[in-house]
């Protein structure tokens, strides 16, 4: 089974080539050959929260290869409500938080009190971990220190737990940021692989898996923002590394399977 644990229902920054429905969502797995794929809403990360649920909602009643994150944002203390989705709908697996979209820092006591109370209500947890240059309001390190106090609940480090996108030097992965995974020992904190870097230099796959150990590794994509080529491409970079079968099965889906708790 192949589970893509990083991707995004409807459309991204408003652009054409960065949308797409739950059809054509399910068509990229298709042609991918993805059996999951796990996905919030973009109207819920960039416009309106509870709108971006309300759709997302509504699509994965009718899907059959996609499973949901709620979006919940602690600068609108109201949207814990929308954690009840998770008992409503059980398409619905986790919570996904983007510090660098909504605009909040895990560094306020505040922020750190709401996401206090949303991991005590759920599974598992995506946090965005930024990427992009001047961002980087949930660094891996506070990411992880974070999933240190809430043992029970799983946590995913987005973007290679924050890929630095360096155009000069993009060969290698964020070495703080997976040595805040595998330094740790965590065993409830994991990084998805969603980075464009991931494509253009398979490379930077193969300095990953030496950081972090193939069992603390989850595949994601990002899509739409990879399209279906991509998303095979990036299939095959981690089935050509250098490491067994079985982590590679665990890379592509079976970590992920147990922490979805399919």
Same mark, same amino acid.
């Given at each position: 089974?192949?589970?893509?644990?990083?991707?995004?229902?409807?459309?991204?920054?408003?652009?054409?080539?960065?949308? =797409?429905?739950?059809? &054509?969502?399910? @068509?990229?797995? $298709? #042609?991918?050959?993805?059996?999951? +794929?796990?996905?919030? %809403?973009?109207?819920?990360?960039?416009?309106?929260?509870?709108?971006?649920?309300?759709?997302?909602?509504?699509?994965?009643?009718?899907?059959?290869?996609?499973?949901?994150?709620?979006?919940?944002?602690?600068?609108?203390?109201?949207?814990?409500?929308?954690?009840?989705?998770?008992?409503?709908?059980?398409?619905?697996?986790?919570?996904?938080?983007?510090?660098?979209?909504?605009?909040?820092?895990?560094?306020? =006591?505040?922020?750190? &009190?709401?996401? @206090?109370?949303? $991991? #005590?209500?759920?599974?598992?947890? +995506?946090?965005?971990? %930024?990427?992009?240059?001047?961002?980087?309001?949930?660094?891996?390190?506070?990411?992880?220190?974070?999933?240190?106090?809430?043992?029970?609940?799983?946590?995913?480090?987005?973007?290679?737990?924050?890929?630095?996108?360096?155009?000069?030097?993009?060969?290698?992965?964020?070495?703080?940021?997976?040595?805040?995974?595998?330094?740790?020992?965590?065993?409830?904190?994991?990084?998805?692989?969603?980075?464009?870097?991931?494509?253009?230099?398979?490379?930077?796959?193969?300095?990953?898996?030496?950081?972090?150990?193939?069992?603390?590794?989850?595949?994601?994509?990002?899509?739409?923002?990879?399209?279906?080529?991509?998303?095979?491409?990036?299939?095959?970079?981690?089935?050509?590394?250098?490491?067994?079968?079985?982590?590679?099965?665990?890379?592509?889906?079976?970590?992920?399977?147990?922490?979805?708790?399919?």
């Amino acid at each position: 089974m192949i589970i893509d644990i990083h991707g995004h229902l409807g459309s991204i920054n408003q652009a054409p080539f960065w949308a =797409a429905d739950a059809f &054509k969502l399910e @068509d990229y797995c $298709a #042609e991918a050959k993805v059996d999951l +794929l796990c996905v919030s %809403s973009s109207r819920s990360l960039m416009y309106d929260t509870v709108e971006g649920n309300n759709e997302l909602d509504s699509a994965l009643k009718n899907s059959h290869k996609l499973l949901g994150y709620v979006v919940v944002n602690p600068i609108f203390p109201e949207t814990l409500n929308e954690l009840q989705r998770l008992k409503n709908n059980p398409k619905f697996r986790g919570v996904k938080v983007h510090p660098d979209y909504h605009g909040y820092d895990l560094s306020s =006591a505040a922020v750190l &009190k709401f996401l @206090d109370l949303v $991991a #005590e209500q759920t599974g598992l947890m +995506l946090f965005h971990v %930024s990427c992009m240059p001047g961002t980087g309001f949930a660094p891996a390190m506070e990411v992880a220190q974070f999933a240190k106090r809430h043992p029970k609940t799983n946590f995913i480090l987005a973007h290679m737990a924050g890929i630095f996108q360096n155009g000069s030097y993009p060969y290698f992965p964020n070495l703080q940021g997976c040595e805040a995974v595998s330094g740790l020992k965590l065993k409830n904190v994991f990084i998805d692989t969603a980075h464009y870097l991931m494509y253009v230099y398979p490379g930077v796959m193969e300095q990953m898996v030496k950081l972090a150990t193939p069992d603390q590794i989850v595949f994601g994509t990002d899509a739409p923002l990879q399209g279906p080529m991509q998303m095979r491409f990036a299939i095959e970079v981690i089935q050509s590394l250098k490491i067994s079968h079985s982590a590679k099965a665990g890379i592509l889906g079976l970590n992920a399977q147990r922490i979805l708790a399919l």
